[in-house]
């Protein structure tokens, strides 16, 4: 190795090191060693985990059993932090889906089914990859017919 290449490759590491020193609380180091992903802080996102799915081999169905923590916030308002997703080709939406994980990553795994939320807004919203506040009312669906578990209607995202 020359001495240029050498120099080239102790600033590629001081500069990645210094960048991963400065990243948001809610960036999180990924299972791959020196691989970062981006997810929601929200503790809404816990409490969603809990919820077990099974898939019917025959049928190829997928079905949540919601956790009495979780049942409890059906019908409610609740307000929760995440990644938009859209679901339609335009630059502002009122119907997209709210990914607890960055989906910009290429190399990142995608959200798990409880870790997605459909959301339907009040007023459109421009597409952003930024994290984003949703608040609206909650409703669950066990069956993936729907093609989410969780549904906010009525939203307003922030």
């Not at 809404?44 to 809990?50: E, H, M, Q």
């Not at 929760?80 to 990553?105: D, S, V, Y």
């Not at 798990?112 to 609206?136: C, W």
Request: hydrophobic content about 40%; some cysteine.
């Amino acid at each position: 190795m020359t001495l240029m290449a050498s120099r080239r490759s102790l600033l590629t590491t001081l500069g990645a090191a210094a960048a991963l020193a400065t990243l948001p609380a809610w960036q999180e180091e990924d299972e791959r060693p020196g691989h970062m992903q981006v997810l929601s802080p929200d503790p809404l996102w816990t409490r969603f985990a809990t919820t077990p799915i099974v898939m019917d081999r025959r049928s190829g169905a997928y079905t949540a059993t919601f956790r009495p923590d979780v049942t409890r916030l059906a019908g409610r308002p609740i307000t929760i932090m995440g990644f938009m997703l859209p679901l339609e080709a335009a630059r502002a939406t009122r119907h997209f889906g709210l990914m607890r994980k960055n989906h910009q990553c290429d190399f990142c795994p995608p959200s798990l089914p409880t870790e997605a939320i459909e959301v339907r807004l009040i007023q459109p919203h421009a597409n952003t990859t930024d994290l984003i506040q949703v608040s609206g009312r909650l409703s669950l669906h066990p069956s993936s017919d729907s093609g989410f578990f969780f549904q906010l209607d009525q939203a307003v995202a922030r």
